[in-house]
């Protein structure tokens, strides 16, 4: 696992030492970051179940202004803030331990929300409705939402739009966005 390009390009990331965290493979980075590419320059993010926090540092790597990373565990906390240091990018970021689904009720004002929960449970459709609800997102914010290729995510309010799905074998990608309106 590294980061593909940007100011860390090339930095090798720390990876669990158990099967709790799976990260997303390069490939599946790779693709969602040409789907995304011109929405992270200046962005405000949010690496939510954050793991390892590649999909934020990335992020960071190629121009994002900000970036919080959320995670409940302990091990991903300290994964994500040594991934950081190695990375030179800990200025820019913030490593919260916290419920991913509770700290979502006091954020505001981002540009792209990375959802990629556990795939056994409903988190990620837990995360998406209470996006929408509390209205986190920046008009032209985008939630990038990893899956398993057969989830079914839940119907969008009029502001927001389904921009396209991508499937790479059992993974799906799918790329929400809040209409500019």
């Known amino acids: 696992m590294r980061v593909i390009t940007g100011s860390a390009r090339g930095r090798k990331l720390r990876e669990p030492s158990n099967y709790d965290i799976r990260p997303t493979t390069d490939k599946v980075k790779e693709s969602m970051f040409n789907i995304i590419q ?22 960071l790597s190629r121009g994002a202004e900000s970036c919080v990373f959320v995670d409940r565990s302990p091990e991903a906390a300290r994964i994500v803030a ?30 792209i929300v990375f959802l990629d929960p556990p795939y056994a449970d409903d988190s990620l459709e837990k995360a998406i409705n209470i996006i929408n609800r509390f209205d986190i997102l920046n008009k ?22 389904l921009r396209r799905e991508y499937v790479y074998g059992r993974i799906k990608l799918t790329i929400l966005e809040r209409l500019d309106t």
């Open 38 to 59: 011109f929405s992270v320059p200046g962005a405000k993010v949010l690496d939510l179940f954050a793991g390892t926090g590649q999909l934020g540092i990335e992020a």
């Open 82 to 111: 040594d991934n950081l240091r190695a990375t030179r990018l800990e200025a820019r970021a913030r490593v919260v331990r916290d419920d991913s689904l509770a700290y979502l009720e006091g954020a505001r004002g981002l540009d």
């Open 140 to 161: 032209n914010g985008i939630m990038v939402c990893e899956s398993e290729d057969k989830k079914v995510l839940p119907e969008l309010p009029e502001d927001r739009y």
